[in-house]
Each structure stands twice: as C-alpha cells, then as structure tokens.
C-alpha cells in the first residue's frame, strides 16, 4: 500500500483537479451534443453513454483507487455519493432555468426509464450487504450481476426510444429533442475530441481518489464520508459543468440524461470496487455508515423520478427541495453513525 499524500500536497491536488474538470466539462457537452445528432442516437441515449460514460470516469478511477489503498467504506462511498450529489446537481441546474421546472421541460420516456432502472441496481447493493459472507474468490455474486441488468436497463431504454408506448403530454414549456444543424466538422474528429476529453477526465479522477485518501489520512474525518461529499463532489463537477452547459445551450434532455444516466452508469462502480477490493467482499467491510448512505441515495433517486413524473410546471418543484434537503440529511446521519 502506498503512503497517504500530506494534507497540504492533497489540497493543491483537489483545486488543481477542480479547474481541470471545469475546463473539460464545458467542451465535453458540446462534444456529446452534436454526437448526439450526427449519429441519430438522440440527446438521452448519449447524455447516459457519451456524457454519462466519460463525466463517471473521475469516480472510477478515484473509486478503484480506494479499493487498491484497502478502504472499503471510502472505495464505497464514492460511487453511491456519485449519484447522490448528481441529483442535487439537478436542483442548482433548476435555479439556472429560469423558464420552467428543468425536469418538466425535459421529461422523456428515456429519462424515466433510466431512473427506474437507477433504483432497481442501487438495491443489489443492499442485498450484498445483508449476505456479505456470500463470495466468488473475492467478489460478491450481486458484484457480477449488476453490470448485466445495467446493460439490459440500456436495452430497454433503446426500445422505448424506437418503440414508444408512452410519451410525456407536451405542454408550452416542453422541450422536445431536435437536431442542431451540424458544423463541418467530422464525425471521426469528434469522437477524437471526445476521447481526448476521456483521458484528461481519468487521470483527473486519479488524482481526486490519491488527494482524498490524504484528507482522510490528514484528518481523521470517516472515510465514507468523505468518500461521499469531497471527493464525489469534485469527481462530480464534470456533470454540473456539462448539465449547466447543456442548458445554456438548449440541450435539456442531454443535460438531465447526463446526470440520470451518469448515476445509471455510476452503479457499476460499486463492482469496479468490489472487485479491486482484494481483501474479500467489499459490502462486508464497508460500515454501517455506508448502508446508511445507500439508503439515502436510494430516497434520492425515487424523490427525482417522482419530479420527472409529476412535472412541476413552474420554479423549483418538491424535487428541487427534496433532493437537497435529502442530502445533507444522509450526510449528517453517516456521520453520527460513523
């Protein structure tokens, strides 16, 4: 095991990975965007691959970081406060719209689905928690299962684009998905462009992963919660950045694919964990702070369904309450359970 960075160095490394993330995101949502278009995939589909896919990469690399430095409740943390602190992304990107409710404007069957399917591998989880002696070699059996509903969520997301059995009722604050009028530049410098945006993405996760385990070694501050709040927020940035982007540039079904099915994706980081975790099943010794932490990222995601189903017509709706009020509520429980 590697020593912990000082606090100082970790410090410096988290500001200096704050602007990385910052600069990247604006251009990874324009990137994702005329993606979208030019290859007729559709703003949700490539918000939760393009976006979603490239934003988590931060949290893989911090969270297979933990794992690696033996700390399960951190390596944990990590992806399960990914989709906590993305949803609350959501409520500060509502201020942002001005014109409506931003989970009204933006609803789609793809969005809905994507959250449905969110609730369904956040409880896996919960059952490897209750069974954690349960292992193949090192892994927890839910470990290889959540990848194979994950990708049947994205199958039956894809369906219901092509196939539609229910659509949202359009109203005067509906902003449909409609293709941009494509620039000149090729297809193959985009995905480039989308690569290259990867990799300054990963290696910044790197970074927010080694810089985090030297806060928890500098501080004494639990590791799960810190897991949960630092380094997720700054691993998260990438998604506000694009979601704020996204936004401004009229792309609201991309901007809220984007965080949806970012958190979609971030479930596979539970398994990204679990099996860098080489001391055994990650669930057995992650903590009853991190059970704690699931179940509030659980109310979390079923508060944001709800928004995208209920569609509040004007303002912040009682997501845009919820969700953060929710937050800060799991938060402050960890912490009294840690």
Do not use: C
Request: charged residues 10%; proline residues 5%.
């Amino acid at each position: 095991m590697n020593s912990a960075w000082p606090l100082i160095p970790s410090v410096i490394a988290l500001v200096a990975a704050v602007a990385a993330v910052i600069l990247v995101g604006v251009r990874l949502a324009r990137t994702a965007d005329e993606l979208a278009d030019r290859t007729g995939m559709g703003e949700a589909l490539a918000g939760a691959l393009f976006l979603g896919g490239v934003t988590s990469l931060p949290g893989i690399v911090a969270s297979a970081t933990g794992a690696l430095q033996g700390d399960a409740a951190f390596a944990l943390a990590n992806p399960v406060g990914g989709v906590a602190v993305q949803s609350v992304w959501l409520a500060i990107a509502d201020l942002a719209y001005r014109r409506s409710n931003l989970e009204h404007a933006a609803a789609s069957l793809e969005n809905i689905l994507q959250a449905l399917v969110l609730i369904a591998l956040l409880s896996l989880p919960v059952v490897a928690f209750a069974t954690p002696d349960l292992s193949i070699g090192w892994v927890h059996p839910v470990t290889f299962l959540i990848p194979v509903l994950y990708l049947y969520g994205l199958r039956v997301v894809k369906r219901s684009r092509e196939q539609p059995s229910w659509l949202p009722e359009k109203t005067g604050d509906t902003v449909e998905d409609q293709p941009d009028e494509p620039t000149d530049t090729p297809v193959r410098v985009l995905w480039m462009r989308l690569a290259a945006q990867a990799v300054i993405i990963g290696v910044t996760g790197w970074v927010i992963g080694r810089a985090g385990l030297g806060l928890v070694a500098a501080t004494g501050w639990p590791s799960s919660v810190t897991g949960f709040t630092i380094t997720t927020i700054i691993s998260s940035l990438p998604e506000l950045v694009t979601l704020l982007a996204a936004v401004k540039i009229g792309a609201l079904t991309l901007g809220v694919g984007n965080i949806i099915g970012g958190n979609v994706f971030d479930t596979l980081l539970i398994s990204v964990s679990d099996v860098f975790y080489l001391d055994g099943p990650i669930y057995a010794e992650a903590g009853p702070s991190s059970l704690v932490l699931l179940g509030g990222t659980l109310l979390i995601t079923a508060i944001l369904a709800a928004g995208l189903l209920v569609r509040d017509r004007k303002g912040v709706g009682f997501e845009g309450v919820g969700l953060p009020a929710t937050y800060i509520g799991t938060v402050v429980l960890a912490v009294i359970v840690a």
